[in-house]
């Protein structure tokens, strides 16, 4: 999907604070923001106000009250990709986003109350400066574009279909590698309607963060701003961006496309906010609900590796058909909570397919990725709540 990605944010509330109100602060969050196939968010916009959100992104939401303009400062392009035309959107698309801004969809996306343990803060000096403390409560989460994003894909891959190999001479083994020149009238058009879907999920990420500071607020009767629900980034991990990189000693431009990748720019870019220029680009890797995930720091390697990017979750061992046939939904979601884990879905049958064996071990591809060079671990976060579709 387009612009899946992920969004961490503080709080300045501990363990002991929202232990006995965890229960009905998940439960709030799951009536706040719809999940699972189908869910329609609590932004009502006419087709004429959605095509602004998909060239705005982020910053209509703030505009609409939405957020908190230093929101922009930490999310990846501030928000907004510049360049976005609605016009290169079918009207299906629109349709099918129209009432999806504030949703987390289904699949592997979640949204999750994280605890900070003392042992689990890898560089106490980085995650001081980013507001990090130990027993400290973070929210994280993870969606994209939706059906939007989808239907924007779907809609290009038959336009490259029909003029790939008669006008292009270009042949490829399977279908959904469809694709065209950069610069072709259809590579052009695609990559504008690209955009727009990167925008959606950016503003669907922004109103969700909103819809978060709403619930808290109320469970704990404080304003966001005294409960510390500050930023700390909003990272893509399904882009495509042209980017200026040193290539052979050279400095070009070129078209960095991450699927299933999250940019990890180094210390000094200036793509990279004020605030973490000198560390290096903040980076959220999501593990599975049973075991956690990371915050990292962008590093010189992975300038010099990788086009600026490192690795973006744990990945899965398993189909989701597998993992259904191995595990029961209501059983993990009992499971779990003996662990200490309240689990929220709308999907049994989706819970069991995220289980946490059906991923990879988290800790081995931090560090892997680590060992590599490409990426910094600052801290490893324990889910303790979660909103599942």
Same mark, same amino acid.
């Given at each position: 999907?387009?612009?899946?990605?992920? @969004?961490?944010?503080?709080?300045?509330?501990?363990?002991?604070?929202?232990?006995?109100?965890?229960?009905?602060?998940?439960?709030?969050?799951?009536?706040?923001?719809?999940?699972?196939?189908?869910?329609?968010?609590?932004?009502?916009?006419?087709?004429?106000?959605?095509?602004?959100?998909?060239?705005?992104?982020?910053?209509?939401?703030?505009?609409?009250?939405?957020?908190?303009?230093?929101?922009?400062?930490?999310?990846?392009?501030?928000?907004? /990709?510049?360049?976005?035309?609605?016009?290169?959107?079918?009207? @299906?698309?629109?349709?099918?986003?129209?009432?999806?801004?504030?949703?987390? +969809?289904?699949?592997?996306?979640?949204?999750?109350?994280?605890?900070?343990?003392?042992?689990?803060?890898? $560089?106490?000096?980085?995650?001081?400066?980013?507001?990090?403390?130990?027993?400290?409560?973070?929210?994280?989460?993870?969606?994209?574009?939706?059906?939007?994003?989808?239907?924007?894909?779907? $809609?290009?891959?038959?336009?490259?279909?029909?003029?790939?190999?008669?006008?292009?001479?270009?042949?490829?083994?399977?279908?959904?590698?469809? *694709?065209?020149?950069?610069?072709?009238?259809?590579?052009?058009?695609?990559?504008?309607? /690209?955009?727009?879907?990167?925008?959606?999920?950016?503003?669907?990420?922004?109103?969700?963060?909103? @819809?978060?500071?709403?619930?808290?607020?109320?469970?704990?009767?404080? $304003?966001?701003?005294?409960?510390?629900?500050?930023?700390?980034? $909003?990272?893509?991990?399904?882009?495509?961006?042209?980017?200026?990189?040193?290539?052979?000693?050279?400095?070009?431009?070129?078209?960095?496309?991450?699927?299933?990748?999250?940019?990890?720019?180094?210390?000094?870019?200036?793509?990279? *906010?004020?605030?973490? @220029?000198?560390?290096?680009?903040?980076?959220?890797?999501?593990?599975?609900?049973?075991?956690?995930?990371?915050?990292?720091?962008?590093?010189?390697?992975?300038?010099?590796?990788?086009?600026?990017?490192?690795?973006?979750?744990?990945?899965?061992?398993?189909?989701?058909?597998?993992?259904?046939?191995?595990?029961?939904?209501?059983?993990?979601?009992?499971? /779990?909570?003996?662990?200490?884990?309240?689990?929220?879905?709308?999907?049994?049958?989706?819970?069991?397919?995220?289980? +946490?064996?059906?991923?990879?071990?988290?800790?081995?591809?931090?560090?892997?990725?680590?060992?590599?060079?490409?990426?910094?671990?600052?801290?490893?976060?324990?889910?303790?709540?979660?909103?599942?579709?």
């Amino acid at each position: 999907m387009i612009n899946c990605g992920m @969004r961490l944010v503080l709080t300045s509330l501990t363990y002991k604070d929202i232990q006995p109100k965890l229960k009905l602060l998940v439960d709030n969050l799951f009536e706040r923001v719809p999940a699972g196939v189908g869910s329609k968010g609590f932004v009502k916009l006419t087709a004429s106000e959605f095509k602004q959100v998909i060239e705005q992104g982020a910053k209509w939401c703030v505009e609409k009250g939405y957020g908190w303009k230093e929101d922009l400062e930490k999310t990846e392009e501030n928000g907004c /990709m510049q360049g976005a035309d609605s016009k290169k959107v079918s009207d @299906r698309a629109i349709s099918r986003g129209l009432n999806q801004i504030g949703t987390l +969809g289904s699949g592997n996306h979640y949204l999750e109350i994280q605890v900070v343990k003392e042992e689990n803060i890898f $560089d106490k000096e980085a995650a001081k400066k980013i507001g990090l403390f130990p027993e400290q409560i973070v929210i994280m989460f993870h969606c994209g574009s939706r059906g939007f994003g989808h239907q924007v894909a779907t $809609d290009y891959l038959q336009k490259f279909l029909n003029v790939m190999q008669s006008k292009y001479e270009i042949t490829i083994l399977d279908r959904e590698l469809a *694709c065209a020149p950069f610069n072709s009238p259809e590579g052009k058009d695609y990559f504008s309607a /690209m955009k727009c879907g990167i925008n959606m999920s950016f503003a669907n990420r922004q109103t969700i963060l909103h @819809r978060i500071r709403e619930a808290f607020s109320k469970i704990f009767n404080s $304003d966001a701003e005294k409960l510390g629900l500050r930023m700390v980034y $909003d990272v893509a991990h399904n882009t495509a961006k042209l980017e200026k990189h040193n290539v052979n000693g050279q400095e070009k431009e070129a078209l960095v496309h991450r699927k299933g990748a999250t940019r990890a720019f180094g210390p000094g870019r200036k793509e990279i *906010c004020q605030e973490y @220029r000198n560390l290096g680009q903040p980076v959220i890797i999501g593990g599975s609900m049973e075991t956690g995930s990371y915050l990292l720091l962008g590093t010189e390697g992975a300038m010099q590796k990788t086009f600026g990017s490192t690795a973006h979750g744990s990945g899965r061992t398993m189909s989701r058909t597998q993992a259904r046939r191995l595990w029961r939904g209501e059983r993990l979601q009992k499971d /779990m909570e003996q662990k200490g884990i309240y689990v929220r879905t709308t999907s049994f049958s989706g819970l069991a397919e995220e289980a +946490g064996p059906a991923y990879k071990d988290i800790d081995e591809v931090i560090e892997a990725t680590s060992i590599a060079g490409i990426s910094k671990k600052v801290c490893k976060f324990k889910p303790v709540g979660n909103v599942k579709g």
